[in-house]
């Protein structure tokens, strides 16, 4: 569902994010920041913007690296944060997340905002739960996440060297 922008969207008041070893799936998104409280505005999805078309042909060879960095912004339209992402495309997958991606309209523009389900404290991992077809859904569910030396997190991490962090805080 599309909802109208909110101000911290608009003015890009995001938390603080940091990239560390997952609890449950290669690297994750961890909150940085002290506290952040439900409906809090924690991250943007972003991304390059491509067609469903090119989206199937992506999709096709993510699947077979079973790591996905793909968001369906509408029927025609979809978000690939694989290579032009930033760090909330860590975030991994939960059917019990404490985020919620919203897609919000931000000055004639599509974006998605991920947000606080629930009260999140520093050093916790985020979750949001993805929409992806139902053989993906079953992957989670089994936990069959195939490894690839390009998407261990290492490469992505040496191109982008000033975005990631890699030390997890001590939630002490
Ligand atoms: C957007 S990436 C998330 C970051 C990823 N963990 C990494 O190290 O690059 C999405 C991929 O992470 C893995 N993943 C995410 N959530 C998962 C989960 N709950 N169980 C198993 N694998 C998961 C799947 O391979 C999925 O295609």
Do not use: W
Not at 34 to 61: K, M, N, W
Not at 88 to 116: E, M, Q, T
């Amino acid at each position: 569902m599309i909802t109208c922008a909110d101000i911290s969207l608009q003015r890009k008041l995001y938390k603080q994010i940091l990239i560390a070893e997952s609890d449950v799936a290669g690297y994750g998104a961890f909150l940085g920041s002290s506290v952040a409280y439900p409906g809090d505005l924690i991250a943007e999805y972003t991304g390059e913007i491509i067609t469903e078309e090119e989206a199937d042909r992506r999709g096709r060879l993510y699947d077979k690296q079973a790591c996905s960095y793909l968001f369906n912004l509408d029927e025609e339209r979809c978000v690939d944060a694989r290579q032009f992402g930033n760090k909330i495309r860590f975030a991994n997958h939960s059917s019990k997340p404490n985020c919620v991606p919203k897609i919000k309209l931000v000055n004639g523009d599509y974006r998605i905002g991920i947000y606080a389900k629930q009260a999140i404290f520093q050093g916790d991992e985020l979750f949001f739960e993805y929409m992806y077809d139902a053989h993906q859904r079953q992957q989670f569910v089994n936990n069959e996440r195939v490894d690839d030396s390009e998407q261990d997190g290492l490469i992505i991490l040496k191109r982008f060297p000033d975005n990631y962090i890699l030390v997890r805080p001590s939630s002490d």
